[in-house]
Every structure is written in structure tokens, then in C-alpha cells.
């Protein structure tokens, strides 16, 4: 099973039979988590204090956002660093001919590019005794198109180089 849907087969496990059944569910159990947080506070108000957010005056509320900023900032700095370095890795040459089932029949790895600077591949799940494909892989198919016109752009300039 794809690890993005196994907490919804673990809700459905727990006694969901439908998408509206699985819904209620959720939804029970959310408002079974409050009414005991509420209990909690009701019986422990020092205790329950604790756990709740400051409030303070707007001035107060812009300075500690700025200082929360410059760690965000240094974070995203950090994060296109490392996203730098990793485009900078070294390739490895594919030696081996390898044949793949194509739109027109058998084709190399070559071919499938064909032509194009890039390629997406995706590995969709589908296990040999299902009777359909994993549920958010297929989300994700059926939601393609919107990456479309972005593809479009690349193949033009693969072709005209503009």
C-alpha cells in the first residue's frame, strides 16, 4: 500500500465503511480529543494555563515575529544552500541499454525522452493482487493537467532554445 494512504486505511480500519462513514469518524474523534481537553482544564486550571498561548500587545507581537523572521530567513538561506549543493552532485552515465514498454511499442531510455532536456517519471502504485491503483497516486494522475502549459514551456524552449 502507498505510505500516503495508510493512515486512511488505518482510520477505515478503526470502523469506517464508507468516505462519509470515515469523515464521521474523524470528526468524532476530534470532538472526543477537545471534550477531554476540556475536562483536563476544567479540573487542573493552573495545569491548563500552561499549555495555552501568551497574549501580548501588537508591539510586542511585531518584535518577536521579526525575531522569529531572521531564523525563518537563515533557515530558507540554509535550505537553497543545501538545494545548491545537491544540483551540483556529479551524474551517473546509464552504460546499460534498458527497454521500456512506450506509446509506440518498445523503446530505450533515449527514446523516451524524445528529444526533451527532461523527463518525469512516476512511480504509481499498483499491487499485483489490487483491483485498482493506489488511491493517491491516482489523485495525483488524474491531476496532471495543470502541470500541462508549464511542460509546454519546456518542450519550446528544449526546441527553439528561447
Not at 476544567?42 to 498561548?53: L, V
Not at 537563515?74 to 549543493?85: F, G, I, K, N, P
Request: hydrophobic share 40%; charged share 30%.
Amino acid at each position: 500500500m502507498c505510505p500516503a494512504c495508510m493512515a486512511t486505511t488505518a482510520l477505515a480500519a478503526a470502523g469506517a465503511t464508507s468516505a462519509g462513514a470515515l469523515a464521521a469518524l474523524v470528526v468524532k474523534r476530534l470532538r472526543d480529543r477537545s471534550e477531554a481537553r476540556e475536562s483536563t482544564r476544567a479540573a487542573n486550571p493552573e495545569e491548563s494555563n500552561m499549555d495555552r498561548q501568551r497574549v501580548v500587545s501588537q508591539p510586542e507581537w511585531i518584535e518577536a515575529r521579526k525575531a522569529l523572521l531572521v531564523k525563518e530567513k537563515e533557515a530558507t538561506r540554509q535550505r537553497d544552500a543545501l538545494s545548491a549543493e545537491r544540483r551540483r552532485l556529479p551524474m551517473v552515465k546509464v552504460g546499460k541499454t534498458y527497454a521500456f514498454d512506450g506509446p509506440h511499442g518498445e523503446e530505450t531510455l533515449a527514446g523516451l525522452f524524445d528529444g526533451r532536456s527532461q523527463l518525469i517519471v512516476y512511480h504509481f502504485m499498483f499491487g499485483p493482487e489490487w483491483k485498482e491503483g493506489c488511491p493517491s497516486c491516482s489523485f495525483l494522475a488524474d491531476h496532471l493537467d495543470g502541470a500541462l502549459p508549464h511542460l509546454a514551456w519546456v518542450r519550446h524552449h528544449d526546441k527553439y532554445g528561447d
